[in-house]
C-alpha cells in the first residue's frame, strides 16, 4: 500500500551561513526528516536534480544567485517540488510577496522558530502530496476510460484480454496480468511486462474455490503468479471481479507497490473489464448459435462425382452476430451437376430466410428440368411476387460430368474464374441481378477442358475498404494462377492469402476441376 510518504520526506536546505544551516537542519532533523545541505545556488539546482528531493528550505540572499531565481528555476524543472523561503534579514512587504509571486510556497524570515519551521514544511509537504495523489488518480482515471472503451470494442475474446494487459500495465506503469475464462471453458491470461508493451497471451489455470460474486482484493505472494518478471522485494495485488455464480471470476494482477489505500482504480478496473467479458461471451455464444443456424441452411454434404473434384470453404463474418445471406448448392440431379452460389442483400436473420427460400426455389426449378436461365427467370418472378423489397446476386450452372459440357446463367454475380495449365481468365455472363425486372441473355454453354479448375466466390473473399472490385478481381486471378492438387488446400490458400483476418462479410468458396 501507499506509503506515509511525508514523514519520509527528504529536504535540501540552502544556505550559505554555514551557523543557520545547522540550525536549520539540526531542528528538521529532530523532526524526523532526512536533511541534505547546499551552501549556495548552482549546488542546490544540482542537487535537486541528482537526489530525491521533496521539499527545499532556501534562502533568499545567496553569494551566487538570488533565492528568487533559484526558485523559479527549481519550479520550471521540477513544478510539483515546494520551495520555502527563508530570511534573515528584515523584509517588507514587496519580499514577501516577489517571493510569492516568483514561486515560493511560503516566506518565513528571522526570527524563525523551530515549531513554526517544522510546522510549515509538515503543511507544505500535506498538500503537495495530496496533489500529487489527486494527480495521479486523474491520470489512472483517464488510463482506465481509455481502457474500458478498448476492452469493450475489441473484437475477440484474445484482443480483448490484450488491450485488458496493456491498459493495466499503463495505468499502474508496471508489469500486469489479466485471467479470465473463455466461452469454451479455457482458462487464459493476457500479460504485459510494462508500459507501453505488447501484451500477450498464454494459458493459465486458477483455483476459484471460494471466490465470491462482486469485487475483492486481496495481497499475496508472486510466485503464486507467476506470469510476468514481477518487481522484486515486493508482493503482488490480486482484484477479483465475479458477476454470476455460474461464471469464473475475472482476475487483474499488479506490484503491491502500484496501490493506493482502498485500491479504487484497480477495483474498478477489474469490474469494467468483467463486464466487457461478460459481453464477449453473449456475443460469442450469439454468434455461435447463429453460424450453427446458417451453416443448417446449406449442404451437409459435398457430393462425390466421376471425373470431378470439389471442395467448398464458409466462412461466416466474425465482427457480427448476424447471420448472413451468401448460399451455395451442390447436388446431382438426372446425371447433371447443379452448381450454385449466391449472395442476399444483408445481415440478419430475414437475410438468411431469404436465403434459404431461393436456394429451395434454385433446386425445385431444377428438379422440373429447366435449364439455368429459366431457374434464374423463375426465382426472379418468385421474388419480385413474394419478396418484393429483397436483392440477390446468383450464379447457376449445369454440368455434364462424363463430356464436361456447362450451362451457365447469371444473375449480377461476380465472374467465376477459371485456371488452367497456369493461364486464368473470368468468366464473365452479365445479367441483371435478382429482384429487378429486365430482360435476360441466353445461357452461356462451353466445354470446360480436362485438368481446368473452375472457382466460384462472393464478394467477401475479395472485396477491400481501401480497394476497388478491380483490384480484388487481380489479386484473385495471381493467387488461382497455381492450383493445388487437393483442392481443400487450394481454397484455404485463397481464404489465407485475400481474406482479412477479421472477416467483415461472409465468404463462400467453391471450387470444381475435371480430371
Given at each position: 500500500?501507499?506509503?506515509d510518504?511525508?514523514?519520509?520526506?527528504?529536504?535540501?536546505v540552502?544556505?550559505?551561513s554555514?551557523?543557520k544551516?545547522?540550525?536549520?537542519?539540526?531542528?528538521?532533523?529532530?523532526?524526523?526528516f532526512?536533511?541534505?545541505e547546499a551552501e549556495?545556488?548552482a549546488?542546490?539546482l544540482?542537487?535537486?536534480?541528482?537526489?530525491p528531493?521533496?521539499?527545499?528550505?532556501?534562502d533568499?540572499r545567496?553569494?551566487?544567485?538570488?533565492?528568487y531565481?533559484?526558485?523559479?528555476?527549481?519550479?520550471?524543472?521540477?513544478?510539483?517540488m515546494?520551495?520555502?523561503?527563508?530570511?534573515?534579514?528584515?523584509?517588507?512587504?514587496?519580499?514577501?510577496?516577489q517571493?510569492?509571486?516568483?514561486?515560493?510556497?511560503?516566506?518565513?524570515a528571522e526570527?524563525?522558530?523551530p515549531?513554526?519551521?517544522v510546522?510549515?514544511?509538515?503543511?507544505?509537504?500535506r498538500?503537495y502530496?495530496?496533489?500529487?495523489?489527486?494527480?495521479?488518480?486523474?491520470?489512472?482515471?483517464l488510463?482506465?476510460?481509455?481502457t474500458?472503451?478498448?476492452?469493450?470494442?475489441a473484437?475477440?475474446?484474445t484482443?480483448l484480454?490484450?488491450?485488458?494487459?496493456a491498459?493495466a500495465a499503463q495505468i499502474f506503469?508496471s508489469p500486469?496480468?489479466?485471467?479470465?475464462e473463455t466461452?469454451?471453458?479455457?482458462?487464459?491470461?493476457?500479460?504485459?511486462?510494462?508500459?507501453?508493451?505488447e501484451?500477450?497471451?498464454?494459458?493459465?489455470v486458477?483455483?476459484?474455490?471460494?471466490?465470491?460474486?462482486?469485487?475483492?482484493?486481496?495481497v499475496?505472494?508472486?510466485?503464486e503468479?507467476?506470469?510476468?518478471?514481477w518487481?522484486?522485494?515486493?508482493t503482488?495485488?490480486?482484484?477479483?471481479a465475479?458477476l454470476?455464480t455460474?461464471r469464473?471470476?475475472?482476475y487483474?494482477?499488479?506490484?503491491?507497490?502500484?496501490?493506493?489505500?482502498?485500491?479504487?482504480?484497480l477495483?474498478?478496473?477489474?469490474?469494467?473489464?468483467?463486464?466487457?467479458?461478460?459481453?464477449?461471451?453473449?456475443?460469442?455464444?450469439?454468434h455461435?448459435?447463429?453460424?450453427?443456424?446458417?451453416?443448417?441452411?446449406l449442404?451437409?454434404r459435398?457430393?462425390?462425382?466421376?471425373?470431378?473434384?470439389?471442395?467448398?470453404?464458409?466462412?461466416?463474418?466474425?465482427?457480427?452476430?448476424?447471420?448472413?445471406g451468401?448460399?451455395?448448392?451442390?447436388?446431382?440431379?438426372d446425371?447433371?451437376?447443379?452448381?450454385?452460389?449466391?449472395?442476399?442483400?444483408?445481415?440478419?436473420?430475414?437475410?438468411?430466410?431469404?436465403?434459404?427460400?431461393l436456394?429451395?426455389?434454385?433446386?425445385?426449378?431444377?428438379?422440373?428440368g429447366?435449364?439455368?436461365?429459366?431457374i434464374?427467370?423463375?426465382?426472379?418472378?418468385?421474388?419480385?411476387?413474394?419478396?418484393?423489397?429483397?436483392?440477390?446476386?446468383?450464379?447457376?450452372?449445369?454440368?455434364h460430368?462424363?463430356?464436361?459440357?456447362i450451362?451457365?446463367a447469371?444473375?449480377?454475380?461476380l465472374?467465376?474464374?477459371?485456371?488452367?495449365?497456369?493461364?486464368?481468365?473470368?468468366?464473365?455472363?452479365?445479367a441483371p441481378?435478382?429482384?429487378?425486372?429486365?430482360?435476360?441473355?441466353?445461357?452461356?454453354e462451353?466445354?470446360?477442358?480436362?485438368?481446368?479448375?473452375?472457382v466460384?466466390y462472393?464478394?467477401?473473399?475479395i472485396?477491400?475498404?481501401?480497394?476497388?472490385?478491380?483490384?480484388g478481381?487481380?489479386?484473385?486471378?495471381?493467387?488461382?494462377?497455381?492450383?493445388?492438387d487437393?483442392?481443400?488446400r487450394f481454397?484455404?490458400?485463397?481464404?489465407?492469402?485475400?481474406?482479412?483476418?477479421?472477416?467483415?462479410?461472409?465468404?463462400?468458396?467453391?471450387?470444381?476441376?475435371?480430371?
Open positions: 500500500m501507499e506509503p510518504v511525508e514523514a519520509q520526506s527528504t529536504v535540501l540552502v544556505d550559505d554555514r551557523t544551516r545547522y540550525l536549520l537542519v539540526s531542528w528538521l532533523t529532530r523532526a524526523g532526512r536533511v541534505l549556495n545556488g549546488e542546490a544540482a542537487r535537486v536534480d541528482i537526489d528531493v521533496d521539499l527545499v528550505v532556501l533568499v545567496l553569494p551566487d544567485l538570488s533565492g531565481e533559484v526558485c523559479e528555476r527549481i519550479k520550471e524543472a521540477h513544478p510539483a515546494p520551495v520555502i523561503h527563508v530570511s534573515a534579514h528584515a523584509v517588507d512587504v514587496a519580499d514577501r510577496a517571493g510569492l509571486t516568483r514561486g515560493a510556497d511560503a516566506y518565513l526570527p524563525i522558530e515549531e513554526e519551521l510546522a510549515t514544511a509538515h503543511a507544505v509537504l498538500y502530496q495530496a496533489r500529487q495523489r489527486a494527480e495521479l488518480l486523474a491520470e489512472r482515471l488510463g482506465l476510460a481509455d474500458t472503451v478498448a476492452v469493450h470494442t473484437p475477440n475474446f484482443r484480454l490484450q488491450e485488458a494487459a491498459g506503469k500486469a496480468a489479466v485471467v479470465a466461452f469454451d471453458g479455457d482458462c487464459l491470461a493476457g500479460i504485459a511486462a510494462g508500459p507501453g508493451s501484451a500477450t497471451i498464454v494459458p493459465w486458477v483455483d476459484d474455490t471460494g471466490v465470491p460474486i462482486g469485487a475483492t482484493v486481496r499475496t505472494d508472486p510466485a503468479w507467476g506470469l510476468v518478471d518487481p522484486a522485494d515486493d503482488v495485488t490480486v482484484a477479483a465475479r454470476r455460474d469464473a471470476p475475472l487483474v494482477v499488479v506490484p503491491t507497490s502500484t496501490q493506493t489505500a482502498r485500491t479504487p482504480v477495483v474498478q478496473l477489474a469490474q469494467a473489464v468483467a463486464a466487457a467479458v461478460e459481453a464477449q461471451r453473449s456475443f460469442d455464444e450469439e455461435r448459435i447463429a453460424v450453427t443456424l446458417q451453416r443448417s441452411l449442404p451437409r459435398i457430393p462425390e462425382i466421376n471425373g470431378l473434384d470439389l471442395a467448398v470453404r464458409y466462412e461466416p463474418a466474425s465482427a457480427q452476430t448476424e447471420v448472413g451468401d448460399f451455395y448448392e451442390l447436388v446431382m440431379l446425371g447433371h451437376l447443379l452448381l450454385a452460389i449466391g449472395d442476399v442483400a444483408g445481415h440478419s436473420l430475414h437475410a438468411a430466410t431469404v436465403m434459404a427460400e436456394r429451395h426455389a434454385v433446386r425445385a426449378y431444377a428438379v422440373e429447366h435449364q439455368p436461365g429459366a434464374l427467370h423463375r426465382v426472379n418472378e418468385l421474388m419480385r411476387t413474394l419478396l418484393p423489397n429483397e436483392l440477390a446476386t446468383i450464379c447457376v450452372l449445369l454440368l460430368p462424363p463430356t464436361g459440357r450451362r451457365l447469371s444473375a449480377g454475380h465472374p467465376p474464374l477459371l485456371s488452367l495449365e497456369g493461364k486464368v481468365e473470368f468468366v464473365q455472363h452479365s441481378l435478382l429482384g429487378v425486372r429486365a430482360e435476360r441473355p441466353e445461357d452461356l462451353f466445354v470446360l477442358p480436362a485438368g481446368a479448375t473452375l466460384f462472393t464478394d467477401g473473399l472485396e477491400r475498404r481501401d480497394a476497388t472490385i478491380d483490384d478481381l487481380s489479386a484473385l486471378a495471381a493467387v488461382a494462377t497455381q492450383v493445388d487437393d483442392l481443400d481454397c484455404e490458400r485463397l481464404l489465407v492469402e485475400l481474406a482479412p483476418p477479421e472477416i467483415h462479410d461472409d465468404v463462400a468458396v467453391v471450387a470444381l476441376r475435371r480430371r
